[in-house]
């Protein structure tokens, strides 16, 4: 369903609209005690995030997940016997339980081993698209059952963080492909990796380059315009692109700093906090990901690239419902549907959402 689509009111028979006065309530009735039913009933079910990191190796993916949700997702190698390079590209998922003051999160991280360190790249980015369409094929087959989980395990991504090499000149074209596709197919937020190789000039210029060559090139990142619901959202957002991509420095060791324990990497001329947004911009990523944008992450990838996926599927089954049932799809394309634009989908799912109540 839309978002955008607003419940009537229940004072009225007419539909909600900005000008339709508030119900004059004569006395407490404890309306307010909804948020606490929902804020129980989440705890106990507890909360799903399932994000994606890309990048070429080396870049310190791992050690910005860890830096992100402060606990180690991947086992370390003894440093002089790391794994060596593969061939080919392999996606990795590990998937921990983390709690934090009563509250249990069910993340999952996909990592990417081996994107872009090839030779040849052609079509590099296709086990990836593959990985990302198999996870809505998954929940779509489990969602058209005519009995049904009440809970539906959701493993699709909700956001996928590309990592950008600090070459401090533009997007290479490798990378312009890939987000071409991704875009249109996931949440996709850049970053610049280990953004302490560069200067503050120099990372000043790299980022208007990148969003330069975002804008030429029609690649829509996270957060995206079309999608601000609000003034308050449109304004937040707006602070958001303008510092897209993040400058980020990951760590996995603290260091005491002017009597405080900081997360931090240690150089010949000082350490450089994690924390600190004068030496990188990592609180900004967080923020964005956990505090601030985590349940609109998911929002959009559900009602959006989720929705595009499935519309593009039922038009590709010819087996639209005609009644109470369920649609016996075929398996998935090996290729990845044609996906519209994001500009374009909220019309395609209100009519596909019109057309399940005709029916």
């Known amino acids: 369903m839309d978002p955008m689509r607003r419940s009537p009111s229940p004072c009225s028979s007419r539909p909600s609209s900005p000008r339709t006065p508030p119900c004059k309530m004569l006395g407490y009735v404890g309306i307010e005690a909804v948020l606490d039913q929902l804020k129980i009933k989440a705890m106990k079910m507890g909360f799903e995030f399932n994000i994606m990191v890309v990048g070429q190796s080396g870049l310190g993916k791992s050690t910005m997940v860890y830096t992100l949700f402060k606990s180690k997702m991947w086992k370390s190698t003894i440093p002089g016997l790391g794994m060596p390079t593969p061939q080919t590209l392999k996606l990795q998922s590990v998937t921990h339980v983390i709690e934090e003051k009563g509250v249990k999160l069910k993340l999952t991280v996909t990592d990417t081993p081996g994107f872009g ?70 949440n996709v937020v850049l970053v610049i990796a280990r953004a302490d190789s560069l200067t503050i000039e120099e990372r000043e210029a790299f980022r208007r380059r990148i969003q330069h060559n975002l804008r030429t090139h029609c690649i829509d990142v996270y957060p995206q315009k079309c999608f601000d619901e609000d003034i308050n959202d449109r304004i937040l957002n707006s602070k958001i692109r303008d510092r897209i991509p993040f400058a980020v420095v990951g760590a996995d060791q603290e260091h005491l700093v002017n009597g405080r324990c900081v997360l931090g990497r240690k150089t010949k001329w000082g350490i450089i906090e994690v924390e600190n947004l004068a030496h990188c911009e990592f609180p900004l990523l967080r923020d964005l990901l956990i505090r601030s944008h985590l349940q609109d992450l998911k929002d959009i990838t559900h009602n959006v690239h989720y929705e595009n996926y499935r519309v593009c599927r039922l038009n590709e089954s010819h087996l639209l419902p005609r009644g109470p049932g369920w649609v016996n799809l075929t398996q998935a394309p090996a290729g990845p549907p044609a996906t519209p634009r994001p500009s374009k989908v909220r019309h395609q799912v209100q009519d596909d959402s019109k057309d399940d109540e005709e029916y």
């Open 117 to 186: 360190d090839q030779i040849n790249n052609d079509k590099c980015w296709d086990p990836i698209l593959g990985y990302i369409n198999e996870q809505y094929e998954r929940y779509l087959q489990e969602e058209i059952l005519i009995t049904r989980q009440r809970h539906i395990p959701d493993t699709r991504v909700h956001c996928c963080v590309y990592f950008v090499p600090p070459t401090g000149h533009c997007l290479r074209p490798l990378d312009i492909e890939f987000l071409q596709r991704l875009c249109r197919t996931v």
